[in-house]
């Protein structure tokens, strides 16, 4: 009997990247802090960046919904402290892909369980649809967001946050330019948040997410 076999048909590595993940879905997921202190914006020749307003949005609607609701999507662009970046394909006029991005400026946000410190931007909710990857769409609209963030709105810092898991995201990232800053942990008990847990240069943060609303999320 082969023992490096189980019953996924996959190797032993395969088995524990699945009980990886299982464990980092139900109990302790981690996710690294990445952080952008300057930025190099990337023009692509074949998309064009833009940042949203309400016609592009409406424009671009079926879209720009797949992922979030029409409400949510005009509570956000009518946010003065939040911004969309939207990539368009200049041979098509298709949508490609986007970023959001925000300011804790006055207000402290939190997006998907994470506290975005005060006078610091989230880059967040990026999205390249299937046809457009591949092809430096993802670098193009980042660097546009985050060159936002540092000299438009003055940021000190703008940081991101991906999964530990999602190697193909930390690779893009750190072909931008962005550096570690910390670490996040989310705290589960059978999938349910219950605290986030930040490490980061600043010292250790820990919030309990598990009920209520401790900040604006987006």
């Known amino acids: 009997m ?15 990247r699945i009980l990886n993940r299982y464990w980092q879905n139900q109990f302790l997921k981690t996710r690294i802090v990445l952080m952008l202190d300057h930025v190099q914006v990337v023009s692509h020749p074949d998309y064009g960046i833009v940042k949203m307003d309400e016609q592009a949005c409406h424009q671009y609607a079926d879209f720009l919904t797949q992922t979030i609701s029409w409400s949510r999507l005009m509570e956000r662009i009518r946010n003065p402290d939040c911004a969309g970046f939207l990539a368009i394909c200049k ?13 804790s400026d006055t207000k402290m946000y939190r997006h998907d369980k994470f506290a975005v410190p005060l006078q610091y931007g989230l880059l967040f909710h990026a ?18 967001a985050g060159r936002y963030l540092l000299e438009e709105r003055g940021c000190k810092k703008v940081l991101s946050v991906v999964e530990s898991l999602n190697t193909a995201s930390l690779k893009a990232n750190d072909k931008l330019g962005s550096q570690v800053y910390g670490k996040n942990y989310l705290v589960k008990c059978f999938g349910r948040n219950l605290w986030s847990v930040t490490k980061a240069p600043t010292g250790i943060t820990i919030d309990y997410v598990g009920s209520g609303k401790k900040s604006r999320n987006l």
């Open 2 to 16: 082969d023992l490096s076999k189980n019953k996924f048909g996959g190797s032993e590595v395969n088995m524990l």
């Open 127 to 144: 999205f390249v649809h299937a046809n457009h990857r591949n092809k430096g769409v993802f670098r193009a609209i980042k660097s546009q």
């Open 91 to 103: 041979r098509t006029g298709e949508a490609a892909g986007y970023e959001w991005c925000v300011v």
